[in-house]
């Protein structure tokens, strides 16, 4: 056959690279071609879709698994698109997790004794239910599991089905990553809605009036925030006080608070661009602890999703942080990227430094400002600025810094910001990445600057997932 962009393969996935890319193999007169499926395991039969095709390999996107691997266990959990690998034992998930990446650091960062540095991998104190934030979405487009075809017309609640933007999955019951109660329950919630007459959200046609609904737990006391999601069609006719008492019923006293957004934006997300809302019964945030430190988390704040494995990577950030150094008063620990400031606020309860936290979304600054606040951190600070932009205003910290902590986004650091970052120095990095591939590419860098790499962890943050955030440590060379 013709391999072009859209042309239709069938293919066994034989290994699996990193970022959970499945491979595939197709025979041609000059050899193996290799395939890329995403989200795919050895041993499955899949249909794909090529959409990029090169000389020495192709790219596809899933369509559907047309057969099991034996590697899969059969389980009591309603599939969905966010946990591909839900099917495969933890242990394989480990496995494959672990040989990618390090393979990873030697291909792309050139780290060919990486085994010898490498520390701990940080496994998920829960393997299910570990997320404490879920969004689910609405559509008139639903795709049918059982009878694999599309539904027009519909009325539909859960997760979008891979690929897609426009197509839901209905959630019936448990999907084993949030919480089992509230999922079991959800159906329940769907049936309501459906019921007052207002139509779902009709994503490539944007109208409709349901939209989204997200909701936030609290491992700490168990408790729930719920927020949903709808456009101002008619929304004078929308009984909030009805929909307050039906989740009142279904959840009890686990509702810390319930919140209405409207969004009548044309963008497939769930906040709108002031970040307003109403608040329709009780708070407007939930309380977490991490490490003996308590955090009001809002419905827009980032937070860990998994706050039990998040403790464990903490732990080992401040491990590496105090790992054979004395801070006395007056030295500095810069967290930069620093979120809702919770390493910085745990490394100031340990030391008697000045920590100063960075980051660009002033939400998160006020939390973490809020949160010192609330845990009596007196020695740690925070701005709401670019990290770039906050180094070059403030020379005074320059060659005053003892140790710097970076946890920038998935697209990793910028060259001119981690230049930025190398001309401060401090006298020991510890680098947080939830890519790992953008931090091997820095790790040179640093190299040529002087700072010696001592060792490395990977966390399992998400099992089911391909992802994987790592903990690197970095030394100045005296």
């Not at 701990?120 to 299910?128: A, G, Q, V």
Request: a negative charge.
């Amino acid at each position: 056959m013709k391999l072009k962009r859209g042309s239709i393969l069938e293919l066994e996935i034989v290994d699996l690279a990193f970022g959970g890319k499945g491979i595939g193999k197709l025979k041609t007169d000059s050899g193996d071609l290799i395939v890329f499926v995403p989200n795919t395991i050895p041993g499955q039969k899949v249909v794909a879709r090529i959409f990029k095709k090169r000389k020495s390999f192709i790219e596809c996107k899933l369509i559907d698994v047309i057969e099991q691997s034996d590697l899969e266990q059969e389980l009591d959990f309603q599939p969905i698109s966010g946990a591909p690998y839900m099917r495969l034992p933890i242990e394989k998930q480990r496995e494959y997790k672990l040989r990618n990446t390090l393979e990873l650091y030697k291909r792309l960062g050139s780290i060919t004794d990486i085994d010898a540095l490498f520390d701990e991998y940080l496994e998920s104190p829960l393997i299910y239910h570990y997320r404490n934030k879920m969004e689910y979405s609405f559509s008139q487009i639903q795709y049918d599991l059982a009878l694999k075809e599309v539904v027009d017309d519909a009325f539909v609640l859960g997760s979008k089905r891979r690929g897609t933007w426009w197509m839901v999955e209905n959630l019936e019951k448990d999907s084993g990553m949030f919480d089992k109660e509230f999922e079991n329950k959800l159906h329940e919630i769907t049936s309501y809605l459906q019921g007052t007459g207002f139509q779902a959200w009709h994503p490539p046609k944007k109208f409709g009036f349901y939209r989204y609904l997200s909701v936030r737990k609290s491992y700490s006391n168990n408790k729930l925030l719920i927020n949903l999601t709808t456009s101002a069609t008619n929304l004078n006719e929308f009984d909030k006080e009805a929909f307050v008492d039906v989740l009142k019923g279904l959840f009890g006293d686990r509702i810390a608070g319930i919140l209405h957004t409207v969004n009548d934006g044309l963008g497939e997300r769930s906040s709108n661009d002031d970040n307003t809302y109403e608040v329709l019964y009780g708070e407007n945030k939930i309380e977490e602890v991490l490490l003996s430190l308590s955090f009001d988390v809002s419905m827009q704040s980032f937070f860990q999703t998994n706050p039990k494995s998040a403790e464990k990577l903490y732990q080992k950030v401040i491990d590496y942080v105090v790992e054979d150094m004395v801070y006395a008063k007056g030295d500095v620990v810069m967290d930069l990227f620093c979120g809702t400031g919770t390493i910085g606020q745990l490394i100031s309860k340990l030391t008697d430094c000045e920590v100063i936290g960075v980051d660009i979304v002033p939400e998160a600054i006020e939390n973490a400002i809020e949160n010192a606040t609330k845990n009596q951190v007196e020695t740690a600070k925070f701005y709401a600025a670019d990290v770039g932009k906050f180094l070059l205003a403030h020379p005074e910290y320059e060659g005053k810094i003892k140790t710097i902590i970076l946890d920038p986004p998935r697209a990793g650091i910028t060259p001119k910001t981690l230049n930025k970052v190398i001309k401060l120095g401090a006298d020991r990095i510890v680098y947080v990445s939830c890519n790992p591939a953008t931090q091997s590419r820095d790790i040179k860098e640093l190299l040529d600057a002087g700072y010696e790499f001592k060792k490395i962890s990977l966390a399992d943050q998400f099992p089911h997932t391909s992802h994987i955030e790592s903990i690197a440590f970095f030394d100045k060379n005296k």
